[in-house]
């Protein structure tokens, strides 16, 4: 996801209703490079070894994380058509909402965070 708070990407798809043209069209915004860190994570140890690489886990002192999010679709295109953004989430508590699981969150693993997140 490219740095920017909304774009609206039209579809090549034009239909005619009612003699007017109609775009079919979806929205897309989100956050971006939201930081995520945390200290004295859950440890990783007996991590079994793969012949490539002798790591076998470690006391796991920083978890640093960097978390886009996007949402899309057509819910939110009032917000571009008519002012109305009942269906917006502001992209600051978008990142607020990160910032906060990372809070509860006891794991050790970049997937068990996104698992978290999406949860």
């Known amino acids: 996801?490219?740095?920017r708070a909304?774009?609206?990407s039209r579809q090549s798809c034009a239909l005619n209703w009612e003699g007017r043209t109609v775009i079919d069209a979806t929205a897309s915004y989100g956050k971006s490079q939201v930081a995520v860190y945390r200290t004295y994570a859950q440890p990783l140890h007996d991590i079994r070894t793969i012949p490539?690489?002798?790591y076998?886990?470690?006391?796991?002192h920083l978890f640093a994380?960097?978390?886009d999010v996007e949402v899309f679709g057509r819910n939110f295109l009032p917000a571009y058509t008519d002012g109305d953004n009942s269906n917006v989430v502001?992209?600051?508590t978008m990142k607020n909402f990160i910032l906060?699981?990372?809070l509860d969150f006891d794991g050790a693993t970049p997937e068990q965070f996104l698992w978290q997140l999406a949860s």
Do not use: F, K, L, P
């Not at 076998?56 to 796991?60: P, Q, S």
């Open 6 to 8: 909304a774009a609206i």
């Open 56 to 60: 076998a886990g470690d006391d796991n």
């Open 90 to 92: 502001a992209t600051d």
């Open 52 to 54: 490539e690489s002798s």
């Open 100 to 102: 906060r699981e990372a």
């Open 1 to 3: 996801m490219q740095n």
């Open 65 to 67: 994380q960097e978390v």
